[in-house]
């Protein structure tokens, strides 16, 4: 699916882009690839088992997958990592903040594959980012947001393209169809932490939110930032 030119979302069971299980509809987080004149950067990759799904979707744009040079992840969960091996074994390069680098790497619970009865694979990341930072990747420079809570490495990333303020946010708050906050059974849940996150997403300029789950907003998104902080305070305090 064609966000603006040259961006896309190419995985998502939650509205239909890949299929992983009948009635699962959190087993496959959105995916999302941008294409530069140096590659491919793709923001998070799916569980895995959605793979093929998601390289034929990049192809109907007429990419291709060995064209993907960095995998850049908001965290560790298996619906949003769990595909990190295959583009490992590809060459993909991985980036993350510190929290999901060591998660990913060792596989544990952090990664929730017991959420979903499967076995996550462990890999290593390439680099890895801190808070704050300002990172150049294919020629893009995307800064880096650190809001733990859902997870303890849960991040956004922020770019701005086609004149707009993108930021790719994966689990930090439910979105349309899911919800106003991330999972909370997470191994790494911190509750207290969360609020903070929220509190401190809700003041972040953004044009356009690409969400973990669910739909995409295009108009206002950190109204929706605001509303799930003001949930949190509601259902928390």
Known sequence: MQILKNLYQVSGDLNGVTFDLQGALWNDA??????????????DCGCGDTMEQIF???????LSPDDIKYCILTHAHYDHAGGGHILKEK???FIAIKETAESVQSGD????GYLYHKKFNPFVVDRVVADGE???VLGMRIKVGHYPGHTMGCTA???DYEGKKITVSGDIIGTLLA?????DGSFDFDKKKYIESLRKFAQHEMDIMLPGHGLIYFHKPRWRAEEAYNSALVQWR
């Open 30 to 43: 959105n995916s999302y690839v941008l294409k530069t004149d140096e590659g491919l950067i793709m923001f």
């Open 56 to 62: 034929n979707n990049i192809e109907y744009w007429d």
């Open 91 to 93: 060459g993909v390069k």
């Open 109 to 112: 619970e952090r990664c929730a």
């Open 134 to 136: 300002v990172i150049d």
């Open 157 to 159: 990333y922020s770019f």
């Open 179 to 183: 919800g106003d906050f991330g999972w």
